[in-house]
């Protein structure tokens, strides 16, 4: 489970912030995927990457930006965070779209 | 898009006891079902998965059955512990994957 990291691990930021959320992962997985948990809801899709440079819109993918310029690495920026964006963020990894999907420790992120 | 419902939202079993959690979902095209265990706190974990060309699966006390027909999946703990306690996902993918809201299990020693 050390393979993916996340940094950092609590966040407490005020609205109209930009603000970044980092994750890290050591096996080389070619997919990474940013999920926000929230109750009553699960697990939603923000945005995943199927390579370096390569990235792709979830299910919530409004107010959000990623970029992964290399393969370990694939940060989230809030642009201009919002309340409704408090939540428990996921970063996940796999070798595969689908299958075997791996998730890091989690970012708590409260926007005030 | 894919939509998955899962059932119950809380469940409490004695330990020893059996549990079921049951999921549906819409798109007859979803391959793969896997199911997470995030205990409080922590991060969701990859507990058993099945793919759609398989009926069953079992790992220990921990099994998964999947009904394409119906497009319902469950999963069954048997001989439960006071640490299978957590909150249950399951999930389906076609090429994105959507989770149900979660089963928060709670065994009773």
């Known amino acids: 489970d050390a393979g993916i990291t996340q940094s950092p691990r609590y966040k407490i930021t005020e609205t109209g912030r930009q603000v970044t959320l980092m994750c890290h992962q050591t096996w080389s997985h070619s997919y990474m995927f940013w999920y926000r948990q929230d109750l009553g809801h699960g697990l939603r899709l923000i945005y995943y990457s199927a390579a370096a440079d390569i990235t792709d819109k979830g299910e919530v993918p409004d107010g959000y930006v990623v970029s992964r310029s290399k393969t370990e690495n694939f940060p989230l920026t809030l642009e201009s965070a919002t309340r409704s964006q408090t939540s428990v963020y996921f970063c996940?990894?796999?070798?595969?779209?689908?299958?075997?999907?791996?998730f890091g420790p989690g970012t708590r992120l409260t926007v005030t | 898009g894919e939509n998955v419902e899962q059932h119950p939202s809380t469940l409490s079993v004695q330990e020893g006891d059996s549990a079921v959690i049951k999921c549906t979902y819409s798109d007859s095209a979803s391959n793969y079902f896997p199911w997470y265990k995030q205990e409080l706190g922590k991060r969701p974990q990859l507990i058993i998965d099945i793919r759609s060309n398989v009926g069953e699966k079992k790992d220990q006390r921990i099994a998964v059955t999947l009904n394409k027909t119906a497009k319902h999946f469950s999963l069954h703990i048997t001989e439960t512990q006071p640490e299978d306690s957590a909150v249950y996902f399951c999930?389906?993918?076609?090429?994105?994957?959507?989770f149900g809201a979660g089963t928060r299990l709670t065994v009773k020693p």
């Open positions: 999930a389906a993918s076609t090429q994105d994957m959507r």
């Open positions: 996940a990894s796999s070798h595969d779209r689908i299958y075997g999907q791996y």
